[in-house]
């Protein structure tokens, strides 16, 4: 079993940069793959970006365009999503997940936290 609880959401101007972290909590963090995922109202889960249990391989998602960056430290138990160059469509409530199977569709996550909105303004 897994706890996550993200933090570091908030309201920021376009252009603008934000932090997301994610602490763990529970046994074997290091043996989980990463990974965040988004929620915009009335729009579908969108995978952010995931990392493997070593951090040593990142994937994102296509918007992200180079602008985010996921990190992870285990002895820590942490996660991070740092976000460069914000824009108003990035407005979501950002979620932090862990699993075995690192993938795109949200089914393959079975662990969630409770989310953290982010909201960019114009």
């Known amino acids: 079993q897994v706890e996550l609880v993200e933090s570091g959401g908030g309201l920021v101007q376009a252009g603008g940069s934000l932090r997301l972290s994610c602490s763990a909590s529970?046994?074997?963090?290091?043996?989980?793959?990463m990974g965040w995922y988004r929620q915009a109202p009335g729009k579908e889960r969108e995978f952010v970006g995931g990392t493997t249990k070593n951090g040593e391989n990142t994937y994102y998602g296509d918007f992200v365009q180079g602008r985010f960056t996921i990190s992870r430290d285990n002895t820590k138990k942490t996660g991070s999503l740092q976000m460069n160059s914000l824009n108003t469509d990035d407005t979501a409530n950002y979620y932090c997940v862990v699993g075995p199977v690192l993938g795109r569709n949200p089914s393959v996550w079975p662990y969630w936290g409770q989310g953290t909105q982010v909201t960019v303004s114009s």
């Open positions: 529970g046994r074997n963090f290091e043996n989980w793959n």
